[in-house]
């Protein structure tokens, strides 16, 4: 696995409070982990060395983080994200976005996308109704159960 893609992964469960992630790819296993208080360690398989972030790199470098506000609740039925991951409400830079407040939406009908791990993974409408709200803002990380529209049925 290159160190890009690791470190990819560190910024991941930085960014979106997971507490850890293991993630396999052939023969290679690496495991990432969040510990209150400290920096992020990577713990590797017997085919690499262990690596922790280099001090001075980790979210305490630096200004300390100010307290994450807490998750908005929406109005109507909440269309949650299924997976961690950066949000984008359109399918491309420029682009008009899939669903707008105000906008119906059917059941199945592509609402955002979620990257992760360099996959687009398109995010349906579980209900037919009207958008109430957008919750989740573009180009920035989400986490597994977020809440990313607002639908009133």
């Known amino acids: 696995m290159d160190l890009r893609k690791l470190k990819k992964l560190i910024d991941l469960v930085q960014e979106s409070g997971i507490g850890e992630i293991e993630i396999t790819e052939g023969e290679e296993k690496v495991r990432i982990s969040r510990q209150l208080a400290a920096t992020p360690m990577i713990m590797a398989s017997p085919q690499m060395q262990p690596m922790a972030m280099a001090p001075g790199t980790g979210p305490s470098a630096g200004a300390p983080a100010a307290a994450a506000p807490a998750p908005a609740e929406p109005t109507g039925h909440p269309l949650k994200s299924p997976m961690v991951g950066t949000f984008y409400r359109a399918p491309s830079p420029g682009a008009p976005s899939f669903a707008e407040v105000g906008q119906?939406?059917?059941?199945?009908?592509?609402l955002c996308i979620i990257e992760a791990m360099k996959i687009m993974n398109e995010i349906e409408s579980e209900v037919s109704?009207?958008?109430t709200e957008v919750l989740a803002s573009d180009a920035q990380p989400v986490e597994y159960g977020q809440a990313l529209f607002g639908i009133r049925k």
């Open 129 to 131: 109704g009207v958008v």
């Open 104 to 110: 119906s939406v059917s059941k199945g009908q592509t």
